[in-house]
């Protein structure tokens, strides 16, 4: 079996006798050596409970050094790993199940009796909480430390990830081991990145940006990672003189430059600050550079296709672009029927390469509709190009808000508020916001003036993961609407886009 064909292979096996450390936070240090023994346990665990190679192990429990075991355990064991967000409520996280045919679940002890009464009594559940207990860890310290990966081909899935739907149901963007092994070898050489880096990670693990573009190349090139469970601006500030690099979303930046402790002096050593999973602004971008001496590299990536383009680590790091196709990626700006337009205008960003998805989950149609015959995914994403190629996204079709790094589609939330038998209609749009770069604003018209604005968040409180949730909620006589009857989320975009000002 040939390493390059296998993410396991290629990303863990070349370190596994390593007494390098691998991760690092708060309750000690793990080396590489210790890590895959736990690796290896698990692996042993998941094909002792049943699972076949292809077969999805979902997971929905908080970042630990334990559940990066369990990513690297699934591959190895031929699995297709399922990472869900945390935020999901109980009746989201029995959709993801049922859809996508998992076979085993780990989730945290404390919905596990919630989740046995709902889900079919053949799937295989097992707890992994916060603090590393439950019985992953149980019954995996009683298995067999060796493990022999099993045999898995490039085009193989390696892993599912659920993406918000534009009609209110989730689509599973399906990965192989080609497509994330792809990204991460352009990402080793394009960020300079080695053995002697230590990574400060303090991004969820659900997520394409924490899990594959930070985990898997750290472990690619055998560095480190100072692992920590969210982004807690004492930590980020305490860890920070050990680390050489770090990844963020917009927001982490803009709260460490609200910090007076945040300067030059703290960040001089630092080799790399990257930033990426939502719009930086050029603002962000500037008052780092005066503040600390360094630019930030922006990149662009997306759930279906890893990352994109970036802005160069050596030349050029323009404020307010996201810079230039990565190395394997082709990319166009087209209009809406796949036509590429000139330099400089406004179009939809398509893209073709090895880290491209292979598709959704059980939607052919959904599928097909994604991509043009010649190969090139339809992102959605408007933007332009420049002279020297550089790409500057300038908004995204669908209505997409992207709030704190994750993606919110607001028919999902739509079709949840007009549940309620009060409403008459609602409209989800996005809202600037100077902390998640974007805010979820929900715009209501109610049958009568009798429900208010804390019994719709609290009709939501369980119904919708929180950063789905509106952080404010309007109430109008009519939404706005164009000839045709569609509502003009633009007019509502534009009316109130002071909202969170101030």
Known sequence: ????????????????????????????EITYSEFHKTINQIANLLIQKGMKPGERVAVQAEKSNLQIALYAATLKAGGVYLPLNTGYTLSELEYFI???????????????????????????ILTLNSDESGSVMDYAKNQDIKFEAIERSPEDLAAILYTSGTTGKSKGAILSHKNLLSNTKVLEEYWKFTKD???????????????????????????AMIFLPKFDIDQAIEWMSKATTMMGVPTFYTRLLNDQRFDQS??????????????????????????????????YGMTETNM??????????????????????????????????????????????ENVFKGYWQM???????????????TGDMAKIDHKGYVTIVGRDKDLI????????????????????????????????KDFGEAVVAAIVRKNNSLSEIEVKKYLSDKLAKFKQPKKIIFIENLPRNAMGKVQKAELRKKYKSLFEG
């Open 197 to 223: 880096d230590v990574l400060l990670h303090m991004l969820p693990i659900y997520h394409t940006h924490g899990l594959f573009v930070a985990t898997n190349l750290l472990a690619y090139v055998g560095g």
């Open 1 to 28: 079996m040939s390493k390059s064909n296998h993410l396991f292979d290629a990303i863990f096996e070349p370190t596994k006798q390593s007494p390098e450390l691998f991760l690092i936070n708060n309750n000690g």
């Open 98 to 124: 049922e859809d996508s045919g998992a076979k085993i679940i780990v989730i945290d002890k404390k919905i596990e009796e919630q989740l046995l009464a709902s889900v079919d009594k053949s799937i295989t």
């Open 402 to 433: 992207i709030t704190g790094g994750l993606n919110v589609y607001p028919k999902e939330v739509e079709t949840v508020i007009d549940q309620i038998e009060t409403i008459l209609e609602s409209a989800v749009f996005a809202s600037p916001h």
């Open 266 to 299: 703290l960040t001089n050593h630092m080799r790399l600050f990257i930033s990426g999973s939502a719009p930086l602004l050029a603002e962000t971008h500037r008052e780092f550079e005066d503040r600390t001496g360094k630019k930030i590299l922006e990149r």
């Open 308 to 353: 994109c383009t970036s802005n160069p680590y050596d030349e050029e790091r323009i404020a307010g672009t996201v810079g230039l196709p990565l190395p394997g990626v082709e990319l166009r700006i087209a209009d809406d029927q796949g036509n590429e337009i000139k330099q400089g205008e406004i179009g939809i960003i398509e893209l073709r390469g």
């Open 364 to 378: 052919p149609d959904k599928t097909n509709d994604s991509f043009r015959k010649d190969g090139f995914f339809i």
